[in-house]
């Protein structure tokens, strides 16, 4: 069984665990972790989605951040970045090669599978740059369906407007074309 930090109102722990179910049943704030996988084309930056099992608890079948997940009770955000990435994608990153973007807070009522799923999270988001090959990932079958390259360019409006192919939070893409658009400068 998983268990979560509970957060306060600034996303750091309390001190208190509650158990996954619980955290998403009654919308306990709680911490997750971020990862998006980017690289530099000629028409610009490309980010690497995940299309999500069709046996997730939440937004079966729909494409999300490159990994993510839950930090679990006791961990820390990079360790669990790390994790995620490792788990989902394959991709074994050292922590000098995961870069701290920022913070986005996630909050949603929704139905899944029949049954009512409150998200109410602190997500820390992380950016991966190092060359990967899609093609060449070891995918966790019980978390990815596949992965696709979309251009950063317009994709935060993109997945606001079509809600039934996406279910990345807007807000994370606007978070790292942000910084990206910083580095730039």
């Not at 996988?37 to 997730?56: I, Y």
């Amino acid at each position: 069984m998983e268990y979560f930090d509970v957060c306060d109102e600034n996303g750091l722990p309390t001190g208190e665990i509650v158990p996954r179910a619980q955290a998403h049943l009654d919308g306990i704030p709680h911490r997750t972790a971020h990862i998006w996988v980017v690289r530099d084309t000629a028409r610009g930056a490309q980010v690497l989605m995940q299309k999500r099992s069709r046996n997730k608890d939440s937004y079966p079948g729909f494409f999300d951040t490159s990994a993510a997940g839950h930090i679990q009770a006791g961990d820390e955000p990079l360790e669990s970045a790390q994790r995620e990435l490792f788990e989902e994608l394959g991709i074994a990153a050292k922590p000098e090669e995961l870069t701290y973007v920022g913070n986005i807070r996630i909050r949603f009522e929704a139905v899944f599978h029949n049954k009512p799923f409150r998200e109410n999270e602190y997500s820390w988001v992380y950016l991966y740059r190092e060359p990967v090959d899609a093609a060449s990932l070891h995918l966790q079958e019980s978390e990815v369906e596949e992965v696709r390259w979309f251009d950063l360019d317009g994709l935060a409006e993109r997945a606001r407007r079509e809600k039934d192919f996406f279910c990345v939070e807007p807000a994370s893409l606007v978070l790292l074309e942000g910084f990206l658009n910083k580095e730039k400068a």
